[in-house]
Protein backbone atom coordinates (compact mmCIF):
# COMPACT_ATOMS: atom_id res chain seq x y z
CA UNK A 1 0.00 0.00 0.00
CA UNK A 2 3.05 2.39 0.94
CA UNK A 3 4.12 2.14 -2.72
CA UNK A 4 1.05 2.85 -4.10
CA UNK A 5 0.72 6.25 -2.33
CA UNK A 6 4.13 7.36 -3.26
CA UNK A 7 3.39 6.35 -6.76
CA UNK A 8 -0.04 8.58 -7.05
CA UNK A 9 1.68 11.06 -4.91
CA UNK A 10 5.29 11.63 -7.06
CA UNK A 11 2.74 11.34 -10.72
CA UNK A 12 0.31 14.25 -9.02
CA UNK A 13 3.52 16.48 -8.42
CA UNK A 14 4.98 16.17 -11.54
CA UNK A 15 1.73 16.38 -13.31
CA UNK A 16 0.53 19.56 -11.68
CA UNK A 17 3.70 21.24 -12.16
CA UNK A 18 3.48 20.41 -16.11
CA UNK A 19 -0.54 21.30 -16.72
CA UNK A 20 -0.96 23.80 -14.12
CA UNK A 21 -1.13 26.70 -16.77
CA UNK A 22 -3.99 24.57 -19.13
CA UNK A 23 -6.49 24.49 -15.41
CA UNK A 24 -5.55 28.07 -15.47
CA UNK A 25 -6.44 29.07 -18.76
CA UNK A 26 -9.73 27.11 -18.25
CA UNK A 27 -11.03 28.50 -15.14
CA UNK A 28 -10.62 31.94 -16.18
CA UNK A 29 -12.42 31.28 -19.37
CA UNK A 30 -15.11 29.54 -17.61
CA UNK A 31 -15.45 32.39 -15.11
CA UNK A 32 -18.08 34.87 -14.91
CA UNK A 33 -15.98 37.82 -14.22
CA UNK A 34 -13.61 37.21 -17.79
CA UNK A 35 -16.83 36.84 -19.34
CA UNK A 36 -18.77 40.08 -18.40
CA UNK A 37 -15.71 42.28 -17.78
CA UNK A 38 -14.54 43.80 -21.12
CA UNK A 39 -11.29 44.58 -19.83
CA UNK A 40 -10.40 40.96 -19.40
CA UNK A 41 -8.27 38.75 -21.62
CA UNK A 42 -8.67 35.15 -20.50
CA UNK A 43 -6.34 33.63 -22.82
CA UNK A 44 -3.77 36.44 -21.43
CA UNK A 45 -0.36 34.29 -20.61
CA UNK A 46 0.44 36.26 -16.99
CA UNK A 47 0.15 34.35 -13.97
CA UNK A 48 -0.45 31.02 -15.01
CA UNK A 49 1.18 29.86 -12.12
CA UNK A 50 -1.10 31.39 -9.32
CA UNK A 51 -2.09 29.49 -6.76
CA UNK A 52 0.11 26.07 -7.59
CA UNK A 53 1.17 26.20 -4.12
CA UNK A 54 -2.16 25.62 -2.51
CA UNK A 55 -2.72 22.48 -5.55
CA UNK A 56 0.33 20.59 -4.67
CA UNK A 57 -0.29 20.71 -1.08
CA UNK A 58 -3.39 19.21 -0.99
CA UNK A 59 -3.12 16.99 -4.41
CA UNK A 60 -0.43 15.00 -2.69
CA UNK A 61 -2.25 13.68 0.09
CA UNK A 62 -5.26 13.65 -2.12
CA UNK A 63 -4.06 11.67 -4.76
CA UNK A 64 -2.10 9.21 -2.22
CA UNK A 65 -5.84 8.74 -0.70
CA UNK A 66 -7.36 8.23 -4.52
CA UNK A 67 -5.22 5.59 -5.68
CA UNK A 68 -4.99 3.35 -2.28
CA UNK A 69 -8.36 3.58 -1.94
CA UNK A 70 -8.94 2.54 -5.47
CA UNK A 71 -6.93 -0.22 -5.39
CA UNK A 72 -7.99 -1.31 -2.34
CA UNK A 73 -11.75 -0.91 -2.64
CA UNK A 74 -11.25 -2.75 -5.96
CA UNK A 75 -9.79 -5.57 -4.53
CA UNK A 76 -12.17 -5.96 -1.75
CA UNK A 77 -15.65 -5.51 -4.23
CA UNK A 78 -14.24 -7.99 -6.57
CA UNK A 79 -13.84 -10.61 -3.89
CA UNK A 80 -16.22 -9.62 -1.04
CA UNK A 81 -19.44 -8.14 -3.06
CA UNK A 82 -22.49 -11.11 -2.37
CA UNK A 83 -23.11 -10.64 -6.44
CA UNK A 84 -20.72 -11.04 -9.08
CA UNK A 85 -20.82 -7.79 -11.30
CA UNK A 86 -19.04 -6.72 -14.28
CA UNK A 87 -15.95 -6.01 -14.22
CA UNK A 88 -16.49 -1.98 -15.66
CA UNK A 89 -18.82 -1.91 -12.60
CA UNK A 90 -16.24 -3.08 -10.21
CA UNK A 91 -13.96 -0.45 -11.73
CA UNK A 92 -16.45 2.55 -11.68
CA UNK A 93 -17.71 1.98 -7.70
CA UNK A 94 -14.12 1.73 -6.68
CA UNK A 95 -13.24 4.42 -8.34
CA UNK A 96 -16.18 6.44 -6.91
CA UNK A 97 -15.53 5.41 -3.55
CA UNK A 98 -11.87 6.89 -4.01
CA UNK A 99 -13.04 9.74 -5.96
CA UNK A 100 -15.15 10.80 -2.56
CA UNK A 101 -12.69 10.10 0.18
CA UNK A 102 -9.84 12.30 -1.93
CA UNK A 103 -12.35 15.00 -2.54
CA UNK A 104 -12.08 15.53 1.03
CA UNK A 105 -8.88 16.52 0.57
CA UNK A 106 -9.00 18.36 -2.41
CA UNK A 107 -12.01 20.94 -2.15
CA UNK A 108 -9.91 23.51 0.25
CA UNK A 109 -7.06 23.86 -2.38
CA UNK A 110 -9.37 23.53 -5.31
CA UNK A 111 -11.38 26.55 -4.02
CA UNK A 112 -8.17 28.57 -2.97
CA UNK A 113 -6.49 27.38 -6.03
CA UNK A 114 -9.44 28.49 -8.68
CA UNK A 115 -9.61 32.18 -6.21
CA UNK A 116 -5.99 32.39 -6.80
CA UNK A 117 -6.08 32.20 -10.51
CA UNK A 118 -8.60 35.15 -10.43
CA UNK A 119 -6.78 37.53 -8.19
CA UNK A 120 -4.52 38.59 -11.30
CA UNK A 121 -7.86 39.65 -13.36
CA UNK A 122 -9.31 41.43 -9.80
CA UNK A 123 -6.49 43.66 -9.05
CA UNK A 124 -6.05 44.67 -12.82
CA UNK A 125 -10.06 45.48 -12.44
CA UNK A 126 -9.10 48.08 -9.29
CA UNK A 127 -6.15 49.13 -10.94
CA UNK A 128 -8.20 50.27 -14.13
CA UNK A 129 -10.77 51.58 -11.36
CA UNK A 130 -8.33 53.56 -9.33
CA UNK A 131 -5.86 54.86 -12.04
CA UNK A 132 -2.92 53.18 -10.11
CA UNK A 133 0.07 51.81 -11.75
CA UNK A 134 1.04 49.52 -8.71
CA UNK A 135 -0.35 45.93 -8.18
CA UNK A 136 0.22 44.54 -4.87
CA UNK A 137 3.67 42.02 -4.59
CA UNK A 138 1.88 39.28 -2.39
CA UNK A 139 1.88 35.46 -2.65
CA UNK A 140 -1.91 34.99 -4.36
CA UNK A 141 -2.17 31.38 -2.57
CA UNK A 142 -2.19 33.04 0.79
CA UNK A 143 -4.09 36.54 -0.10
CA UNK A 144 -6.92 33.35 -2.13
CA UNK A 145 -6.49 31.81 1.20
CA UNK A 146 -6.88 34.49 3.78
CA UNK A 147 -10.42 35.68 1.43
CA UNK A 148 -11.76 31.90 1.58
CA UNK A 149 -11.02 31.49 5.23
CA UNK A 150 -12.57 35.00 6.13
CA UNK A 151 -15.61 33.90 4.10
CA UNK A 152 -15.96 30.79 5.93
CA UNK A 153 -16.03 28.96 3.08
CA UNK A 154 -13.26 26.44 2.89
CA UNK A 155 -15.71 23.36 2.07
CA UNK A 156 -17.39 25.49 -0.39
CA UNK A 157 -18.05 23.24 -3.56
CA UNK A 158 -17.49 19.74 -2.33
CA UNK A 159 -21.05 18.75 -3.87
CA UNK A 160 -20.18 20.16 -6.95
CA UNK A 161 -16.56 18.76 -6.81
CA UNK A 162 -17.95 15.03 -6.04
CA UNK A 163 -20.65 15.79 -8.71
CA UNK A 164 -18.24 16.25 -11.78
CA UNK A 165 -15.63 14.06 -10.29
CA UNK A 166 -17.98 10.75 -9.62
CA UNK A 167 -19.10 10.48 -13.39
CA UNK A 168 -15.72 11.67 -14.55
CA UNK A 169 -14.04 8.82 -12.81
CA UNK A 170 -16.45 6.52 -13.16
CA UNK A 171 -16.30 7.14 -16.98
CA UNK A 172 -12.32 7.47 -17.15
CA UNK A 173 -11.25 4.38 -14.64
CA UNK A 174 -13.80 1.66 -16.82
CA UNK A 175 -12.35 3.43 -20.18
CA UNK A 176 -8.98 3.23 -19.41
CA UNK A 177 -9.05 0.21 -17.84
CA UNK A 178 -11.04 -1.69 -20.78
CA UNK A 179 -8.34 0.37 -23.25
CA UNK A 180 -5.06 -0.61 -21.39
CA UNK A 181 -6.00 -4.24 -21.24
CA UNK A 182 -6.97 -4.31 -24.55
CA UNK A 183 -3.33 -2.44 -25.55
CA UNK A 184 -1.70 -5.32 -23.55
CA UNK A 185 -3.13 -7.79 -25.36
CA UNK A 186 -1.91 -6.56 -28.78
CA UNK A 187 0.94 -5.51 -27.43
CA UNK A 188 1.55 -9.59 -26.37
CA UNK A 189 0.12 -10.54 -29.72
CA UNK A 190 2.83 -8.41 -31.33
CA UNK A 191 5.41 -10.63 -29.89
CA UNK A 192 3.50 -13.58 -30.45
CA UNK A 193 3.01 -14.62 -26.65
CA UNK A 194 -0.53 -14.99 -24.99
CA UNK A 195 0.25 -12.82 -22.28
CA UNK A 196 2.56 -9.58 -20.75
CA UNK A 197 2.05 -10.56 -17.19
CA UNK A 198 3.45 -8.31 -14.72
CA UNK A 199 7.18 -9.93 -14.06
CA UNK A 200 7.99 -9.30 -17.46
CA UNK A 201 6.22 -5.79 -18.67
CA UNK A 202 9.02 -2.90 -18.69
CA UNK A 203 8.54 -0.15 -16.93
CA UNK A 204 8.90 2.28 -19.41
CA UNK A 205 6.13 0.16 -21.74
CA UNK A 206 4.05 0.48 -19.04
CA UNK A 207 4.08 3.87 -18.48
CA UNK A 208 3.38 4.30 -22.23
CA UNK A 209 0.22 1.56 -22.75
CA UNK A 210 -1.08 3.27 -19.40
CA UNK A 211 -0.48 6.68 -20.63
CA UNK A 212 -1.62 6.61 -23.54
CA UNK A 213 -5.01 4.76 -22.21
CA UNK A 214 -5.13 7.02 -19.95
CA UNK A 215 -5.17 10.13 -22.21
CA UNK A 216 -8.53 8.81 -24.82
CA UNK A 217 -10.35 7.79 -21.50
CA UNK A 218 -9.60 11.21 -19.84
CA UNK A 219 -10.37 13.28 -23.01
CA UNK A 220 -13.48 11.38 -23.87
CA UNK A 221 -14.74 12.07 -19.68
CA UNK A 222 -13.17 15.12 -19.88
CA UNK A 223 -15.54 16.64 -22.76
CA UNK A 224 -18.98 14.70 -21.32
CA UNK A 225 -18.52 16.26 -18.43
CA UNK A 226 -17.74 20.05 -18.73
CA UNK A 227 -21.04 21.12 -17.78
CA UNK A 228 -20.59 20.29 -14.21
CA UNK A 229 -16.88 21.67 -14.06
CA UNK A 230 -18.54 24.81 -15.06
CA UNK A 231 -20.96 24.73 -12.60
CA UNK A 232 -18.01 23.86 -9.84
CA UNK A 233 -16.04 26.68 -11.21
CA UNK A 234 -18.52 29.39 -11.24
CA UNK A 235 -19.10 27.97 -7.49
CA UNK A 236 -15.58 28.15 -6.56
CA UNK A 237 -14.97 31.69 -8.04
CA UNK A 238 -17.63 33.59 -6.49
CA UNK A 239 -15.63 33.60 -2.83
CA UNK A 240 -14.72 37.12 -3.07
CA UNK A 241 -14.76 40.14 -0.22
CA UNK A 242 -14.76 42.84 -2.83
CA UNK A 243 -17.48 41.49 -5.08
CA UNK A 244 -21.59 42.40 -4.66
CA UNK A 245 -23.16 40.65 -1.80
CA UNK A 246 -25.46 39.08 -4.01
CA UNK A 247 -23.08 37.14 -5.82
CA UNK A 248 -21.89 35.36 -2.33
CA UNK A 249 -23.59 32.36 -1.58
CA UNK A 250 -24.37 30.70 -5.20
CA UNK A 251 -26.30 27.73 -5.09
CA UNK A 252 -26.17 25.56 -8.02
CA UNK A 253 -29.23 26.04 -9.14
CA UNK A 254 -29.01 29.78 -9.63
CA UNK A 255 -25.56 28.66 -11.33
CA UNK A 256 -27.09 26.83 -13.92
CA UNK A 257 -29.68 29.51 -14.34
CA UNK A 258 -27.31 32.53 -15.10
CA UNK A 259 -25.16 30.32 -17.59
CA UNK A 260 -28.37 29.03 -19.21
CA UNK A 261 -29.17 33.16 -19.52
CA UNK A 262 -26.30 34.11 -20.61
CA UNK A 263 -24.97 32.10 -23.06
CA UNK A 264 -27.60 28.71 -23.42
CA UNK A 265 -26.55 25.32 -23.88
CA UNK A 266 -23.16 26.74 -25.36
CA UNK A 267 -22.53 28.09 -21.78
CA UNK A 268 -22.14 24.79 -20.12
CA UNK A 269 -19.64 23.24 -22.24
CA UNK A 270 -17.33 26.98 -22.34
CA UNK A 271 -14.39 25.84 -22.00
CA UNK A 272 -14.31 22.22 -22.77
CA UNK A 273 -11.49 22.32 -25.58
CA UNK A 274 -9.09 22.93 -22.54
CA UNK A 275 -10.47 20.95 -20.43
CA UNK A 276 -10.21 18.09 -22.78
CA UNK A 277 -6.99 18.88 -23.69
CA UNK A 278 -5.28 19.34 -20.57
CA UNK A 279 -6.96 16.54 -18.93
CA UNK A 280 -5.49 14.39 -21.97
CA UNK A 281 -2.21 15.38 -21.25
CA UNK A 282 -2.64 15.43 -17.25
CA UNK A 283 -4.33 12.22 -17.27
CA UNK A 284 -1.74 10.60 -19.54
CA UNK A 285 0.92 11.83 -17.92
CA UNK A 286 -0.45 10.98 -14.28
CA UNK A 287 -1.48 7.09 -15.18
CA UNK A 288 1.41 6.60 -17.22
CA UNK A 289 3.72 7.78 -14.35
CA UNK A 290 2.09 6.00 -11.96
CA UNK A 291 1.74 2.49 -13.24
CA UNK A 292 5.64 3.40 -14.02
CA UNK A 293 6.65 4.37 -10.55
CA UNK A 294 4.63 1.51 -8.90
CA UNK A 295 6.00 -1.30 -11.06
CA UNK A 296 9.23 0.25 -10.52
CA UNK A 297 8.71 1.08 -6.61
CA UNK A 298 7.73 -3.27 -6.39
CA UNK A 299 10.25 -4.01 -8.18
CA UNK A 300 12.74 -2.42 -5.85
CA UNK A 301 11.01 -3.64 -3.09
Not at 64 to 93: A, D
Not at 95 to 124: D, H, R, Y
Not at 251 to 259: F, G, P, R
Amino acid sequence: MKEIYLAGAAAAFTVDLLVYPLDTLKTRYQSQDFIKSPLTKPLALRGLYQGIGSVILATLPAAGVFFSTYETTKSLYTKHLPVSLPTPVIHSLASATAEMASCLVLTPGEVIKQNAQMIQQQQQQQQKASASNTIPKRSTSLLAFKRVLASGRLFTGYSALVARNLPFTAMQFPLFEHIRARLWEHRARSKGTQDIDGGTRGVGESGLIAGSSAAIAGSIAAFVTTPSDVIKTRMMVSIDNDASTSRKGLASIKVVQDVWRERGLKGFFRGAAFRSAWTAVGSGLYLGMYDAAKLWVERRQ
